[in-house]
């Protein structure tokens, strides 16, 4: 175990999950103040959630010229950037602007995202799951300081609010890209990609295996997404429940999403991808259909706790299975592929988000996931045997 690499990967997943929780708190809440349309009062976020699905495979081919850790690198200093564009639309009561900003911090997104893969690369196919596992546990501490920057730094400024909030955060993106550039050296270097170019991307996403896993992490990231950021309007624009309350929710429903990585990876060793990945599809239609049984602040919880326990276990169960569909010099086309895939449809979710919350309400809204769920259950049924077949013998080697 790396555990330089894992240590270092683990702080910047910390402050990347501090600066998400951050933008999917107040994209919407500061979005409805900016603009008269109220149905497009989530457009900044879901912008960010488009650029960060574009970004995907670009950042992975960036990373792939220059090296993970300088590719990320400059990706936070993106982030820093925009979270100060952000300060200064708020500044200007530009809704424009606004948008702008959270589009350019989807940039820094699609590169976070793949700390899981700098953490799978860092160690031994057999502990990959407990890799990937551990780093997200980092965002624990940004499921704590999220919400206290959010809630800490709104008066900060009385001109500007939660302009405190947002140059805080641009601080810690600076030290995090400083944190990046410390990174050691890699089980897999950029060496394995010069002795072959390995399969086209067709053949390796024509596996199974490679679309289930795909699929899963997809609908994973999709429903959460959609449910997500969906809440903070519902609970605190139409509900009316204070910033605290919500911001409150988000926190728990966080400490959901990255909590069960303590045991996750390690639950995967022990009994498999697919059973982990079949709580996870358990856990997301439990969301749904406690979301469903009300609106108060009880329910809200349950419902977002739900939700991110089952985006946990099928989302680290779908990134672990995804590493053994590929070798090591086809990696960045396959992570690229899937990485797209998972933003893409986050991208779709949260677009709507806000539209179908406006015209037909919170409890429309938590059905629509549940038949891509049973969907995955399905697979997940189907490819039992073949998923336990490969683990087996990739681990053998």
Same mark, same amino acid.
């Given at each position: ?40 009062a ?95 546990? *980092?965002?624990? *501490? ?23 909030t ?43 295996? %490679? ?14 997404? %959609? ?17 605290e ?19 996750? *990876? ?15 599809v ?25 939700l ?31 990485e %797209? ?6 991208a ?6 806000g ?25 997940l ?17």
């Amino acid at each position: 175990m790396h555990y330089r690499n894992l240590t270092i990967l683990f702080f910047c997943q910390l402050i990347s999950s501090t600066g998400q929780i951050v933008v999917v708190t107040l994209g919407g809440i500061i979005g409805s103040s900016l603009t008269d349309n109220q149905s497009i009062a989530t457009l900044p976020v879901s912008l960010m959630v488009v650029v960060t699905a574009l970004s995907a495979i670009p950042a992975t081919m960036i990373m792939k010229k220059i090296g993970r850790k300088y590719g990320s690198a400059l990706a936070s200093i993106s982030a820093a950037m925009a979270v100060l564009l952000a300060a200064f639309a708020i500044k200007n009561q530009s809704f424009l602007l606004f948008a702008l900003s959270f589009a350019l911090f989807g940039i820094n997104a699609a590169f976070s995202q793949q700390y899981r893969y700098a953490a799978a690369e860092s160690v031994d196919q057999k502990y990959v799951g407990r890799s990937i596992s551990m780093i997200l546990l *980092g965002a624990i *501490g940004g499921a704590m300081l999220g919400p206290e920057l959010v809630t800490g730094g709104q008066f900060w400024f009385d001109e500007i609010l939660y302009a405190g909030t947002l140059i805080a955060l641009a601080f810690l993106f600076c030290i995090q890209s400083l944190l990046l550039l410390s990174l050691g050296s890699f089980k897999i270097s950029s060496d394995n990609d010069q002795k072959s170019p390995g399969r086209k991307l067709n053949i390796i996403f024509k596996q199974r295996i %490679f679309i289930m896993a795909m699929l899963g992490a997809t609908v994973a990231y999709g429903s959460m997404t %959609f449910i997500m950021t969906a809440t903070p309007l519902s609970m605190h624009v139409i509900d009316g429940y204070s910033i605290e309350a919500t911001a409150s929710i988000i926190r728990s429903h966080v400490l959901a999403m990255y909590i069960p990585s303590m045991i996750s *990876g390690f639950l995967i060793e022990r009994y498999g991808l697919n059973k982990i990945m079949a709580i996870g599809v358990i856990g997301l239609l439990g969301s749904s259909l406690v979301g469903l049984s009300g609106n108060t602040i009880f329910m809200y919880w349950l419902a977002l706790v739900l939700l991110g326990i089952g985006w946990n276990f099928l989302y680290v169960g779908g990134t672990t299975m995804l590493t053994y569909t590929y070798e090591p010099s086809e990696r960045f086309k396959a992570q690229g592929l899937n990485e %797209f895939c998972v933003f893409g449809m986050s991208a779709i979710g949260s677009l709507l988000a806000g539209t179908i919350m406006y015209l037909y309400g919170w409890y429309t809204l938590v059905i629509i996931p549940i038949p891509f769920l049973i969907m995955i259950g399905a697979g997940l049924a189907v490819t039992h045997k073949e998923v336990e077949n490969i683990v087996v013998n990739r681990n053998a080697k």
